[in-house]
């Protein structure tokens, strides 16, 4: 109890961290690091090619860890205040609406960001330039294959890369590709 008082007598702060609330960096040189950053993490991943979470090696997974703790630090600076870490949150949050909002209705910037699908096999031909382009290799479009009951590249009509890294397959036996429509109404007989 007379700690107390001998505290409030002397007037010392509460908070014994005041670094935590005062940031070390102006706050728009946070929010230019980290626009900066986000651009440049982003244009290297669709330089590297397209792949599923689902189907990243383990590799993929300490690169991606790795590249998020390097790049921290170029986003706040010296800044290690919890009004920085919030406020590059905060940017990255905004930033990633805003081009998914643009991704949506400027087909162009669409192109640019995502991609687009690449044919992998035509008409039970390899399409090996393609699959070199897209760093696909033949055990991964085999196995894609072989999950949709294909056993053999002759037996594909189409494969193609999705822009989400996923691999669509169609078979020979399908014959021509239907569309939506015409596969509603062959299912459906309303």
Not at 33 to 45: D, I, K, Q
Not at 111 to 133: F, T
Request: glycine share 8%.
């Amino acid at each position: 109890m007379l700690r107390l008082f001998r505290r409030a007598a002397r007037r010392e702060p509460l908070c014994y961290y005041p670094h935590v609330f005062d940031p070390g960096t102006d706050w728009y040189a946070i929010i230019i690091r980290t626009v900066v950053v986000y651009a440049a993490v982003l244009a290297g991943f669709r330089l590297t090619g397209k792949r599923q979470i689902g189907q990243m090696a383990p590799f993929d997974l300490v690169l991606i860890l790795l590249i998020a703790n390097a790049v921290q630090n170029a986003m706040v600076g010296p800044d290690t205040s919890l009004v920085g870490g919030l406020l590059a949150a905060a940017v990255l949050l905004a930033v990633n609406f805003g081009i998914a909002r643009i991704n949506e209705s400027v087909p162009i910037f669409r192109r640019a960001v995502e991609g687009s699908p690449a044919v992998l096999v035509s008409g039970g031909q390899l399409i090996e330039r393609a699959m070199r382009r897209e760093g696909v290799d033949l055990l991964e479009l085999e196995q894609a294959m072989r999950e949709h009951g294909i056993k053999s590249i002759e037996e594909c009509e189409l494969c193609v890369l999705e822009v989400d890294g996923s691999l669509s397959v169609v078979p020979k036996s399908q014959g021509t590709i239907k569309t939506r429509r015409r596969f509603r109404q062959t299912r459906d007989p309303n």
